[in-house]
Nanobody, 124 residues
Framework: QVQLVESGGGLVQAGGSLRLSCAAS????????MGWFRQAPGKEREFVGS????????TYADSVKGRFTVSRDNAKNTVYLQMNSLKSEDTAVYFC?????????????????WGQGTQVTVSS
């Protein structure tokens, strides 16, 4: 069992930056690939980015590529989402997720554990 807790959300002006953190419980954090997803009001949950177990491979949605960076610190059982050049369309609840057998990182159904989400609001 893995429990995930996101933090770092808040209100930021367009063009600003935020860093989200996702702290995981348990001793096997390094065996899980980690993903970030977001859900805006009235929209479906969408993929943002992911990182492999070792941190050596990352992938991103086209909408955030070049602006967002996913990283992880396995010693701290934490994954991060650095968000730069934020836009109003980035406003959403952001979720982290963990999966031990991720084949397609963009597919939310592959992740076994989810956090409760943290709100990010970008004002224009």
């Amino acid at each position: 069992q893995v429990q995930l807790v996101e933090s770092g959300g808040g209100l930021v002006q367009a063009g600003g930056s935020l860093r989200l953190s996702c702290a995981a419980s348990g001793r096997t954090f390094s065996s899980y690939a980690m993903g970030w997803f977001r859900q805006a009001p009235g929209k479906e949950r969408e993929f943002v980015g992911s990182i492999s177990q070792s941190g050596g491979y990352t992938t991103y949605a086209d909408s955030v590529k070049g602006r967002f960076t996913v990283s992880r610190d396995n010693a701290k059982n934490t994954v991060y989402l650095q968000m730069n050049s934020l836009k109003s369309e980035d406003t959403a609840v952001y979720f982290c997720a963990a999966g031990s057998l991720i084949v397609i990182p963009r597919r939310s159904s592959g992740y076994q554990y989810w956090g409760q989400g943290t709100q990010v609001t970008v004002s224009s």
